[in-house]
């Protein structure tokens, strides 16, 4: 596919196709002088409306400017624009820009269905404008990448406002390495409990959620209205009963219909073959067979977990 250059003001940008799979693109933007032969676009945004894949992943050489994220937002907004997925990760696009990205989620001509924002910097800012696309009627999203943005507890709070509106469709949040402490991660499970949630698979891990935000999320695990499939809590600093409560609202609850929970795990003497059981359930996921539930369930049984917390539990959950 040929190089296309566009043109902002007086800068001359250099638009490099750089690879075209099936319905996949990937886009290069940096500065460059236009040749002689070179082909001149209206605008970034008539580029990218004009091309004919589905999936484009871009990436800007230069810094990133008010400007260029406007005629990326003006391509989404384009009844022409066939994009569906779109990756803006590590551009630095910080607040305004996710802002400029978020209006345009909410154009009823986006047909944008996943996107990843991660590595970008938007802190609490910018998660508030992505909460306010999430909640427009228009906004087709389900699937979003918000990890390592610097986004903290008054983010995630915004962020669990669209979780709860009836006209978000959201079913996959990654929120991985971000800032967000035990009130936040409160602020999302009572999202989780809400009969509005769709969310089907989170990602809170590398957080800061600590005992706080681990004890509400063990209780949203249990509760009816609670969709959630998959859940990473990994890299968070919890302590042993908190870990086990998380333990004890997948593996004891009728309600939860949690198959796959990530926590740390470390070793211990716990005889065979429970140790194997719990390290395979902490460190690949829950697979919930019969003789893998039974095992563990008979372990952690009411009298073991109303008793106290013995000395090799508290070693295998710290």
């Known amino acids: 596919m040929p190089n296309y250059y566009f043109k902002i003001e007086e800068t001359t940008y250099q638009v490099i196709i750089e690879s075209n799979k099936a319905n996949e693109v990937r886009v290069c933007v940096q500065k460059g002088d236009l040749p002689f032969d070179g082909k001149l676009a209206d605008s970034l945004g008539c580029i990218l409306s004009g091309t004919k894949e589905t ?21 989404l907004e384009n009844s022409s624009c066939k994009l569906t997925k779109m990756n803006l990760s590590a ?16 154009n009823p001509n986006c047909k944008l269905t996943k996107i990843n924002l991660r590595y970008n910097d938007i802190g609490d800012e910018g998660a508030a ?50 800032d967000i402490g035990g009130e936040g991660a409160a602020a999302v499970s009572a999202a989780l409990k809400n009969p509005n949630c769709k969310l089907t698979e989170i990602d809170l891990s590398v957080n800061a959620i600590g005992d706080k935000g681990a004890t509400a999320v063990s209780r949203a695990l249990k509760s009816t209205d609670c969709k ?3 859940i990473n809590l990994q890299y968070n600093p ?37 140790r194997h059981t719990m390290q395979s359930f902490l460190e690949s996921g829950l697979a919930r067979s019969s003789e893998e539930r039974r095992d563990v369930v008979g372990f952690f049984s009411k009298s073991n977990l109303e008793a106290g917390f013995s000395r090799d539990v508290a070693r295998f959950v710290a």
Do not use: W
């Open 238 to 274: 919890t302590g042993a009963r908190a870990k086990l409560a998380l333990i004890r609202s997948v593996l004891l609850s009728d309600d939860c219909g949690v198959f796959r929970l990530l926590l740390n795990y470390e070793g211990t003497a716990m005889p065979e073959p429970l």
């Open 228 to 230: 959630v499939a998959e």
């Open 91 to 106: 551009n630095r696009l910080g607040a305004k820009s996710a802002a400029a990205v978020s209006a345009a989620l909410q």
């Open 55 to 75: 999936s484009l992943e871009l990436h800007f050489r230069i810094d990133v400017n008010e400007a260029l994220i406007s005629q990326v937002a003006l391509a």
């Open 129 to 178: 404008a992505v909460s306010a696309a999430l909640q427009n009627p228009n906004c087709k999203l389900t699937e979003i990448d918000l990890g390592y943005n610097s986004i903290g507890d008054k983010g995630a709070t915004a962020v669990s406002a669209a979780l709860q509106n009836p006209n978000y469709k959201l079913t996959e949040i990654n929120l991985r390495h971000n």
